[in-house]
């Protein structure tokens, strides 16, 4: 860990002005990724801003008839929040599936958003990775990969966002709300993580020095037929393998409306709406259920000890589907999911 | 009844307060003045050579002391001899900074010493070291034909036993049999603890050393030997352990670290590592296995041969007995066991919880499903038409053997009478039920062990034995033994451990430590109690004038005659009247040699489990385990219970979930963190149920304990993989079995 300076920021133009005034500064969240990273050396910012007190913890209605979810909110306080719980329970679920109790209660939105993969190589500054050192070379491909993607990697990097949170989000589709030096703007969600291409130095799309303040989620929460469905190599306090968001809409057995987004795959929060579109008009049927999973790993390329997780992740949007379909989520999760 | 019996009953650890009150110290919890921080930096290649290490330009840092490495250690020991701990193997033991060849991946290479910890790291961070890098190879798969005899043995380790019978022409001639290979990745200790040493310097090269150990004799031993000091210059402290499970069996190189910088600054100093280092200090090694059964048309073995392939490193060569229990678990006339080892440039495997047993026992018992299904028997059935009466390895008796009864007892806890014996055969849904089960050996050993009790005037009771305690629950049981000898209350009692200052103690390791210390604090008790009585005996009309030491008993504070109980004296009034501020004994206690010869002294388990697959996502939950322990004399069910718990935990982790895995690009290990080496969260915990089979036991010990830590494992990784089969129809041969191997 390198030495660094400290400030708490008072409101988000203060935080803002902090940040900049500096060279290599980080805000600071719960701390419960970056800190992590900077003793392994991975990040070393010689400046912090606290943000985690600013006062961004609301949870509040939107007049669209939308939720905002504040940037410093925890991860505990949004998944318990009785909005969230009744409104949008994919989202409770998908929180309580990550990490732990602890882990949660220090975590905020805004850091769940942009933690890090959780890739071996990128952690281990001993091994060469592309991510935390341009141009050095990805130890993952034909290294050990087992939790590294399968849809939408790049010769450069096959790294997964290891978030559950937003998994839920990205079939959810809120706007990210950010404050930076040039002012104020609104991220769609589905915008605001990237692919890695020939630049996995980037997560995101966010600009140096801006600050996420809020998540807005739309009105439409799926509350009925819903599923957050996570598989993993324990059965909690292990990041996703593959984890499935499926949100439903339905009229009697046909699909109106459908969400689907994937965990554990890709470099961001993989939603697929070609497959919803698959699914709109479609029978809630295991024929059509098939054909959708299918749809959606056709294009995916195993990396060797990931090979499993195309054909893991074709079953599992197919349970997903069947679990949302039949409005079951927590019956057949106390199984799987044994989070909180 | 008595109040003073205590041995057999469930009192609370006796330590339990200080810890969770926080004033029990840990080694990295002794904050003697002026300590300096030390912090390592590890090789990130395999083999090769350090060219140069840039002291000078971290040196320049305020605050920075010292960088040491192989190019400024001063002079230190110079024969192997001198490095070799109780439990070295046999070859070269590695030496730290000795030398600017690397032969495993994060090697110690240089040690930064700084005024605070954050400084040595930061300083640790900056320190440039160049390297020349050679081809390594770590993957144990390239070494299939090149295994080799190990060149010597360490403590515990015995060659197995030469082969019985003709097993191969059984093999080949036997209508029903199997052939089969088991694997499983390498595995590291992981306890919470870190490893940390505090070096108090004392003056003129005389230390306190403040260390995580299972052996505090282990590393007086080794410090003295490497770094020239007496053994009255180097006290060495372990009173608490976070855990050790074996890693804290041998020195490691922490406390050479630590120990190095305060004799060249003169000064205390502490050396921590981090979780990332604590895989580059010895680990459950990588295994390949090999099992051939066969059987007669009445379902007896006809043969049965299993051989085991391990890592070792270029320097040592690591043994544990892998194969050994496989020739005595069951009566088999064609016999063979292989054992060979192959060297890799990783770092020495090292004893891990029932270490070899832990290893060969799911290979002879997964094998012993595969032969069962083979032949059309249950598992439980098969094993009760291959019971051996008798250990065929050394042609003996065992001491006891209540193995029947805890495969009688466990089965009948768990309904397996219930099962059917096709696999695929219990469904719910997606959800596929199996049942399977299995047993375990693990040797009951004595080691020599001395103890010292005194007695003061206010009636209160010191013993004290430099024995080591990870968490087991030492300090109550020698309390429990302690206390029931003297007839005291158990809060009369006070039992210390872990100080070279008090008398000689064995290694905590092997479940011995009950057996050994427990016998040497009774042993210890008892000439105390015969000063006592001698002390009683001088006073005067004494009740028990004439009496033998052997015809007296010590209940409820009294000191009194067996057969006329009136006869007696109150232990505080004897102290009082006779004037003497306390009474003192020390005792040695060695194995009966001559009454254990004849016989094979083992404890035993039968284990049952039933997991839940799912059929397409490969996901498992073992919900029910029953282990059935014949341990003989339990001192304490609560602890001895807890034992066998955190021994479920440890065999459903190694079927499940846990392995290091290398990366042999690098040849290093790749998921060195807790995030991603998985072991069991409470998550994954099933119901368990511990069943202590009565097992009377006169001839392995007067107490007629055999050790509960290693046993309590066994069984429990192969009756889970049993289940998995019973429940999907496949079988999984290479662990951990997570759910890719399912889909
Ligand atoms: C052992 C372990 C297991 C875990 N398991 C899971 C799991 O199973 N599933 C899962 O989803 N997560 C898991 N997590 C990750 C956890 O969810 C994240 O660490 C957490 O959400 C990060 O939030 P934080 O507030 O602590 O972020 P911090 O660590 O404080 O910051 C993370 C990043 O966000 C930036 N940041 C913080 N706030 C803002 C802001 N307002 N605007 C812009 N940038 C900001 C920081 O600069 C930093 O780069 C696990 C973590 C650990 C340590
Ligand atoms: S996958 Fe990405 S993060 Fe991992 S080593 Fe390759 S470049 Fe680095």
Redesign the interface.
Known sequence: ???FTYSRATDVADAVRDKAGHGASAYLGGGTNLIDLMK??VEQPAHLVNVAKLPLDKIEDLPDGGLRLGATATNADTAWNEQVKARYPMLNQAILAGASPQLRNAATNAGNLMQRT?C??F??I??PCNKREPGSGC?AI???NR?HAILGASEACIATHPSDMCVALAALAPTVRVSGPNGERSIAFEDFHRLPGDQPQYDNILAEGELITSLDLPEKGFAKNFTYLK?R???????A?VSVAVGLELEGNTITDARLALGGVAHKPWRDKSAEQLLKGQPATAETFGRVAAHVVANAVGQGSND?KI??AR??I??ALQQATEGRQRATDA??N??P | MSQTDHIGKGPNRVDGPLKVSGTAHYAGEFNVPNLAYGYVVNSPIAKGKVVQVHADEVLALPGVLAVYSHENVPHLAWFDRSYKDLLAPGGSPFRPLHSPDITFNQQPVALVMAETFELARYAAALLRVDYEQEKHETNLETKRTEGYLPGGGKLGYAPPPPPRGNPEKAWKNADQKIEAEYTHGAQHHNPMELFTSTVEWLGKDKITVYDKTQGVFNVQRYLTGVFGLSKDNCRVVSQFMGGGFGSGLRPQYSVFMATLAALELKRSVRVTLTRQQMFSIGHRPNTLQFVKLATNPDGSLASLQHHALHETSLFEDYTENVVNWSGMQYQCDNVKLGYQLAQLDVYSPQDMRAPGAATGNPGIEIAMDEMAYAAGLDPLEFRFRNYAERDQNVDKPFSSKKLRECYREGAAKFGWDKRPLEPRSMREGHLLTGWGMAGGVWDAMQMPSRASARITADGRLLVLSGAGENGAGTYTIMTQIAAETLGLPLEAVTFELGDTDQPQAPLQGGSWTAASVGTAVKNACDALGEKLLKLAQKQKDSPLKDADYDEVEFVNGQLRLRRDPDRAVVLRDLLQASGVTQVEAESTALPNMLKQNGYSLHSHNAVFAEVQVDEDLGTVRVTRVVNAVAAGRILNRKTARSQVLGGVVWGLSMALMEETIMDHKFGRYVNHNYAEYHIPVNADMPHIDVLFVHEDDDIVNPLGVKGIGEVGMLGVTAAIANAIFHATGKRVRDLPIMLDKLL
């Open positions: 860990m390198y030495p392994y050396n959780r071996y190589y952690y281990d001993e091994t130890s034909g290294g050990y939790i598989l190599d324990r059965h909690s306090y292990a990041f393998l499993f054909e893991l079953r599992a197919v349970r199984f799987l044994s989070n």
